[in-house]
């Protein structure tokens, strides 16, 4: 049907009222078919979105819940402990959500009990190596002493971005899980390559590097393992559990900087740049039961200024 012809001038005037009636409701049936369209289109649009939307969500809230991994082995304590020849003692990793397993100190055994809680980018603690560490190992290599080293990673803020006091963590936590008796080597390897405060710190190449040095074995896993953070969660729990407190064996109600330095359960609190003032602490804590003479005593090095 057309409309708007010649032939309009013949119809009458009800003929005309019914031909516009009749165009209009035409037209006002096209417009709602594409109203409906429109309308369809739109909502097809919005579920999509927001089935999008909802997937992104899930998908953001599944990994924000997603269950911590296991703990490196040879730490069920949150630290790895050490005896004579730097010799690991062999432990269970902690499963998820597992609380760490403190080592048992026999206080009769005579047995010197030296626990050190570190950060790997604090140059107190940078310090505190150079200084004691020698010492340190002597009495680890003359028998009748553990060392039990807790990494923790209080610093990261002061590393660029990079995260390298937790890199450093969960570096230290592959080695103790796949390479345990060169953990001491490489503990020795991160202060003797301590980046300043700062910087970006250490990449995970260099420290990867550093575990070549310490000559551990199972290279290649311990590499993907400092690549992929294996135990960046373990890192992150095992320091909050250590800023929380308690420390287990110890007078210590939680760590509140480092190094802490714990000797048969007495927090040192001297200065960390003085050797003397260390083994004469050392002497104090362990009572006369300790037999030092058996031990290889480095000579007191000059002091350094503390860090601030």
């Given at each position: ?267 040192y609190e001297g200065a960390v740049n ?16 300790f037999n030092n003479s058996s031990t ?13």
């Amino acid at each position: 049907m057309s409309y708007g012809t010649s032939g309009d001038s013949r119809l009458s005037k009800n003929e005309k009222r019914e031909a516009a009636r009749e165009k209009a409701r035409i037209l006002r049936e096209e417009q709602k078919k594409k109203d409906r369209r429109t309308k369809l289109i739109l909502q097809g649009s919005i579920i999509l979105a927001s089935l999008a939307i909802v997937a992104i969500i899930a998908l953001v809230v599944v990994n924000s819940i997603k269950p911590a991994g296991p703990g490196p082995r040879n730490m069920a304590s949150d630290g790895i402990q050490l005896s004579q020849g730097a010799i690991a003692t062999e432990t269970p990793g902690l499963k998820p959500g597992e609380d760490p397993v403190p080592n048992v100190r026999d206080e009769a055994s005579g047995v010197l009990d030296i626990q050190m809680y570190v950060d790997y980018l604090c140059p107190i603690c940078g310090q505190f190596e150079a200084t004691n560490g020698e010492y340190i190992s002597s009495l680890l290599e003359n028998g009748g002493t553990t060392v039990e080293i807790h990494p923790i990673a209080i610093l990261d803020r002061l590393s660029q971005g990079t995260k390298y006091s937790t890199r450093a963590v969960n570096a230290a936590a592959c080695v103790a899980d796949m390479s345990p008796n060169q953990f001491y080597d490489f503990h020795n390897q991160l202060f003797a390559n301590q980046p300043a405060e700062n910087t970006t710190g250490l990449t995970d190449e260099e420290i990867i590097a550093l575990t070549v040095s310490a000559k551990v074995e199972n290279a290649d896993k311990i590499a993907s393992c400092i690549k992929n953070q294996s135990f960046k969660a373990w890192a992150t729990a095992a320091t909050a559990r250590a800023l929380n407190g308690p420390i287990p064996n110890s007078n210590v109600d939680k760590v509140t900087g480092t190094p802490t330095v714990i000797v048969n359960g007495l927090k040192y609190e001297g200065a960390v740049n003085d050797l003397a003032s260390f083994q004469a602490f050392v002497l104090q804590a362990a009572g006369s039961d300790f037999n030092n003479s058996s031990t290889s005593t480095p000579t007191p090095t000059p002091s350094a200024t503390p860090a601030g």
